[in-house]
Structures are given as structure tokens and as C-alpha cells.
């Protein structure tokens, strides 16, 4: 064969692989040419669920196949923003912290991809969390609701304590009108632990700073370095020192370690949220119940959360991605997260299905849900949150510790947090 010929040959075979290669673009799985689209998320309890859901939807879109990917919570935020800086992040994936994203043209404009009416359906505080300059960049899968006090009934019960004086419990930096401490030391007869007062960002830093006046940021900047901050950690940090919680050392760098001893019989009184719930209905080998955090001078304030599905601008399949979204934000779709209890679905609609599974199983949840009446401290965003929060968990771990006096240690904190956002 001449080399002309073989050079002829060549050039149309590469055509060919080209042309075969433009069509099968983004298409790839068993052969069977379904487009896959890929969502990630860091938590292995979600993965049944969101599999129940996306079953029902490959049923009816034959054309598509949903793969979920998993990558833990502790390496999600690093990885996340590597691949998506990379351009090879999923094309939906799990976001709270959003903003970064959002202002790099990485995210999916929901508004204009389901359409202006869509937020309608989803949980409005939900729906505020991930609207940035009007617009909205996610959608919403579920709610935390706010913080609630798990409590041990049986051990409540050998101290004395009826259950319902739980809903009278306040706490105050004047000891004529704080109920809190005295119904601590109480339970410190039955109990290694009567309280999990510790550094613990949205179950009790927030809480105690906003039902102390304190806001944790004001206008885009940290803003917590305040008499009424003060008043917040000054209380959580002696209760750590006075033997009623747990040592700083031993939940600084452990978020689980509270829960842990409240689930071995070890802790009266363990202040979470919902995302704990399951985990202590299917663990706890004693009767449980669930009450009102305790009121502070200013009322129940509790932080509340949400996760969304965020869809990655660079995905190569947009319009099936797309069909995925418009199916996570529907109540077909979303109804799967509160079947089994895991979670409140963002979807107004389905939060009754969670209610429900809850009250089968006789748990009352509405703590969860009454405690957001009083008011809601806002958890904090925008650009560069993560870098700022980082900047200051090891000052607040030292605050916690007792290595640094609160007032000090508090405004060292916010300079570093507030520094990091001018840096970014």
C-alpha cells in the first residue's frame, strides 16, 4: 500500500473516531448508551434513600443512570473544591457552604434551569440559605430544624428529675435566676456527665450565642466579640470547668465523643440535632426522650441548617442533569429522605412524612421544630466562610481548654476569622 493511500486511510479513520467520540460524549455505563450522571455526597446513611429515589426515577427515564458517589465528610469540602477548580467534580453534588462556588460561575442557576416557581414547593428558610443576590443556586434536600436535648429517662429518673421540668430549664450568668446549673448538679449524682457543653458550632455555640443577644456575623463580617459573646462562652466554658461537661480535651477534636457517652449510659443531658436522632433511636439500650434546649436572656434561639444539590456548570450532560435536579426538588423525589426518619425533606409537602415515622415509633419531634418559634441565629455564609471558620476553631479550642480567657481569646478569634476573608 502505498504511504498516500495509508495517510488517506489514516486521516478517515481519525474522522470517524472523532465523529463517534462527539456522539457518545458524556454517555458512558454498560453499553446500553443511558447517559450517567453522577451525584456526590459525604454521608453513607443517605445512600439507601437517595437510592430508593433514583430507582423510581431511572424508571421513568430509562434513558439516564444516576451513580451515586460518596466521599466522606471529613475529606468532602478539600476534594469538592479541588475537583471542581479541576473541572472533574460530579455534575450534582451535596453543598451548604455554597457561595465560593457561586460567584466562580460553577454553579447551575436554579431559577432559570426549573424555573422561577419551583423554590415555591421547598422550605423557605432553606430556600433564603442558598439564594445569593437574588438568585437561587441549589436545591434543597433537607432541613436540621433546630437543636433539641436528648435526655436519659432512666437516669433522670435515679436523680429525681420528672421530664417535664427539662422545659423549664434556663440558663443565665446570674446564678439567682439560672436553673440550668442547679438541675446539672442533680444529675451529676447518677451521672460521670450531666451536659455536653462543648465546642460544637451549630448544636450549642450558636444556640448560647443567640439566645444570649449575640449574632455570629453582622453584614458579611464576624461580629461576635461582644459582652453578650462573652456571656455565651464565659457560661459553656464553666460548665466544662466546674466538672459538668466533659473536658474540652476530650471534645475539642472528637464530635462524636459526647455522643458516644450519652449512648453508653454515661451523660444525662446531650444537646443535638435531628441528624443525630436515628442514630440514637437504633443505639441507645434505655429509654430516651427529647426536650427544649434550655432558654437563655434572650428566649430558645437555635441555629437551623439545610443541604442542597447544587448541579456543576461543567457538566457535560446539562440537560440530563437537569431532569435529575427538577427530581430531587420534587416531592416524588425527595419524600425517600424522611421515609425512614433520616431526615426533615425540604419539600413543605413531605415533612409530614417524617413527623409521622417518628410518632409511629413514639418520638415526639416537635422540639425540633417548636424551639425555631422564639427565633433563629443565622449559622453565617458568603465568600470565604470555610477558610474564616477555619481560622478560628483553634482559638476557640483554646478558649474551650481554659488556656485563654474568653474576652481575649473572642476577639482574637473574630480578627483571625475576619482576616481570612480578606485574604481570600
Not at 129 to 155: C, H, I, K, M
Not at 309 to 317: E, L, Y
Request: glycine share 10%.
Amino acid at each position: 500500500m502505498q504511504d498516500s493511500t495509508r495517510a488517506v486511510l489514516g486521516i478517515a479513520l481519525a474522522i470517524v473516531v472523532l465523529i463517534g467520540a462527539a456522539l457518545w460524549l458524556g454517555r458512558e455505563g454498560d453499553g446500553s448508551g443511558r447517559t450517567v450522571v453522577r451525584l456526590r455526597i459525604w454521608d453513607q446513611s443517605f445512600v439507601s434513600a437517595y437510592r430508593a429515589s433514583l430507582d423510581e426515577f431511572e424508571r421513568a427515564n430509562p434513558d439516564i443512570e444516576v451513580r451515586i458517589t460518596l466521599v466522606p465528610w471529613a475529606s468532602y469540602a478539600r476534594k469538592l473544591r479541588l475537583d471542581v477548580a479541576g473541572g472533574i467534580a460530579d455534575d450534582l453534588f451535596w453543598t451548604s457552604l455554597y457561595e465560593d462556588y457561586a460567584d466562580s460561575g460553577h454553579l447551575v442557576d436554579i431559577g432559570q434551569t426549573l424555573g422561577s416557581d419551583a423554590a415555591a414547593a421547598w422550605d423557605p428558610f432553606a430556600v433564603a440559605q442558598f439564594t445569593r443576590n437574588g438568585t437561587l443556586w441549589a436545591v434543597p434536600q433537607f432541613v436540621d430544624g433546630g437543636s433539641a436535648v436528648f435526655y436519659n429517662r432512666e437516669l433522670l429518673e435515679r436523680a429525681g428529675v420528672d421530664p417535664a421540668e427539662l422545659a423549664g430549664m434556663s440558663w443565665s450568668p446570674d446564678e439567682g435566676t439560672d436553673t440550668l446549673r442547679p438541675m446539672l448538679r442533680r444529675l451529676r449524682e447518677v451521672a460521670p456527665w450531666p451536659y455536653n457543653a462543648a465546642k460544637d458550632f451549630q448544636s450549642l455555640q450558636l444556640p448560647y450565642m443567640g439566645s444570649a443577644g449575640a449574632v455570629l456575623q453582622r453584614d458579611g463580617r464576624f461580629a461576635f466579640a461582644n459582652p453578650q459573646g462573652d456571656m455565651a462562652f464565659s457560661y459553656l466554658v464553666r460548665l466544662i470547668a466546674d466538672g459538668l461537661s466533659p473536658s474540652a480535651a476530650d471534645t475539642n477534636n472528637s464530635g462524636d465523643f459526647a455522643k458516644s457517652a450519652f449512648l453508653q449510659g454515661k451523660m444525662a443531658l446531650f444537646q443535638s440535632g435531628s441528624f443525630n436522632l436515628a442514630t440514637i433511636s437504633q443505639n441507645a439500650g434505655f429509654r430516651w426522650g427529647l426536650a427544649l434546649i434550655p432558654r437563655g436572656p434572650k428566649g430558645r434561639i437555635s441555629a437551623n441548617n439545610s443541604i442542597a444539590v447544587a448541579g456543576n456548570t461543567a457538566s457535560p450532560h446539562p440537560e440530563a442533569t437537569k431532569r435529575v435536579l427538577a427530581w430531587l426538588g420534587s416531592a416524588a423525589g425527595n419524600r425517600h429522605l424522611g421515609l425512614d426518619g433520616a431526615t426533615i425533606p425540604a419539600v413543605i409537602s413531605e415533612q409530614q412524612v417524617y413527623r409521622d415515622y417518628w410518632a409511629r415509633h413514639g418520638v415526639d419531634v416537635t422540639p425540633f421544630f417548636d424551639v425555631l418559634r422564639d427565633g433563629q441565629i443565622s449559622a453565617g455564609g458568603g465568600p470565604g466562610f470555610p477558610s474564616a471558620l477555619e481560622a478560628m476553631d483553634p482559638i476557640l479550642a483554646e478558649i474551650f481548654l481554659g488556656r485563654l480567657p474568653v474576652d481575649t481569646g473572642l476577639i482574637r478569634a473574630q480578627d483571625a476569622a475576619n482576616n481570612a476573608l480578606d485574604q481570600r
